[in-house]
């Protein structure tokens, strides 16, 4: 099972900044590069939802609640992402989770593969 390893989560005021990652620091390489990433999050009592994904190639792809504020990246010879949270608000506030997936889920459905452990963004004044 690959581990992925998040960090940067934690508090910020509404229109604050935060940077989450994620590494795959025991993935081959190779392994990694064949996968996109995604950031999913999930807010109390209510379900996981996309924020972000990411392919090999770096095209990315936004869930429309964080278009024009969120921005995904990827370091493929690093084995990471990263997730830069601008204009953050209040709604933000979830737990955020990286994941790892060849094959597009169908639609309104998450995807499958490697899960991070997920890390805490609360945003509040």
């Known amino acids: 099972q690959a581990q992925l390893v998040e960090s940067g989560g934690g508090l910020a005021q509404p229109g604050g900044s935060l940077r989450l990652s994620c590494k795959a620091p025991?993935?081959?390489?190779?392994?990694?590069?064949?996968?996109?990433i995604g950031w999913y999050r999930q807010a109390p009592g209510k379900q996981r939802e996309l924020v972000a994904t990411?392919?090999?190639?770096?095209?990315?792809n936004y869930g429309d609640s964080v278009k024009g504020r969120f921005t995904i990246s990827r370091d493929n010879s690093r084995k990471m992402a990263s997730l830069q949270m601008n204009s953050l608000k209040p709604e933000d506030t979830a737990v955020y989770y990286c994941?790892?997936?060849?094959?597009?889920?169908?639609?309104?459905?998450?995807?499958?593969?490697?899960w991070g452990q997920g890390t805490q963004v609360t945003v509040s004044s």
């Open positions: 025991r993935m081959i390489l190779s392994v990694f590069n064949g996968y996109t």
């Open positions: 994941n790892l997936h060849r094959d597009p889920p169908p639609p309104g459905e998450l995807p499958q593969g490697h």
């Open positions: 990411i392919t090999f190639d770096k095209s990315a």
